[in-house]
T-cell receptor, first 116, second 111 residues
Framework: GAVVSQHPSWVICKSGTSVKIECRSL??????MFWYRQFPKQSLMLMATSNEGSKATYEQGVEKDKFLINHASLTLSTLTVTSAHPEDSSFYIC????????????FGSGTQLSVL | GEDVEQSLFLSVREGDSSVINCTYT??????LYWYKQEPGAGLQLLTYIFSNMDMKQDQRLTVLLNKKDKHLSLRIADTQTGDSAIYFCADGYSSASKIIFGSGTRLSIRP
């Protein structure tokens, strides 16, 4: 099946620093990628939809200046958490839509972010 | 707005069948998905069903869709300890090119 690679798997950073998370579709082109956030014991929350070559669409309540999304190619989207604070600590997951596989979504393995 | 609901916990005996239920509200759903999440890991797509299908079987997994009642279920036959995980039901609708997840059902297997 299609593979989505997400890096890093976990990251610890100091408050005030920025963290970049990468999401790559390894064997298919993804015109659309999605970024989710998951708090402990809760479901996934869609943060934003990333379309190749255009600005991301953010869900209500998600700060676009805080969570910068770049989808510069058909196989790579990045999420940068800027000036991270402890409340940004969470599990972030990306997914990519495959046009070659009935528009199914394939998910990355997630990134655990801990901000000290 | 769109909503997907599922029970939070399910405990079954090893070897029995597990049935995880899900209800959704959006009438324009195109796909309905079942995902599995093991501790500390991302989501794994288990199976999906088109909204114009009633049933889909894939090895030990059987998905039933009642579109009239907007009810989706996942049956896992001969449940094993490796099936312990959180199972998410998700509603993919074409109108907004995104999917909505349920809260997840934690499946526990007892000996």
């Amino acid at each position: 099946g299609a593979v989505v690679s997400q890096h890093p798997s976990w990251v610890i950073c100091k408050s005030g620093t920025s963290v970049k998370i990468e999401c790559r579709s390894l064997d298919f082109q993804a015109t659309t990628m999605f970024w989710y956030r998951q708090f402990p014991k809760q479901s996934l929350m869609l943060m934003a939809t990333s379309n190749e070559g255009s600005k991301a669409t953010y869900e209500q309540g998600v700060e676009k200046d805080k969570f910068l999304i770049n989808h510069a190619s058909l196989t790579l989207s990045t999420l940068t958490v800027t000036s991270a604070h402890p409340e940004d600590s969470s599990f972030y997951i990306c997914s990519a839509r495959s046009s070659q596989a009935d528009e199914k979504l394939f998910f990355g393995s997630g990134t655990q972010l801990s901000v000290l | 707005g769109e909503d997907v609901e599922q029970s939070l916990f399910l405990s079954v005996r090893e070897g029995d069948s597990s049935v995880i239920n899900c209800t959704y509200t959006d009438s324009s759903s195109t796909y309905l998905y079942w995902y599995k999440q093991e501790p500390g890991a991302g989501l794994q797509l288990l199976t999906y069903i088109f909204s114009n299908m009633d049933m889909k079987q894939d090895q030990r997994l059987t998905v039933l869709l009642n579109k009239k009642d907007k009810h989706l279920s996942l049956r896992i036959a001969d449940t094993q300890t490796g099936d312990s995980a959180i199972y998410f039901c998700a509603d993919g609708y074409s109108s907004a090119s995104k999917i909505i997840f349920g809260s997840g059902t934690r499946l526990s297997i007892r000996p």
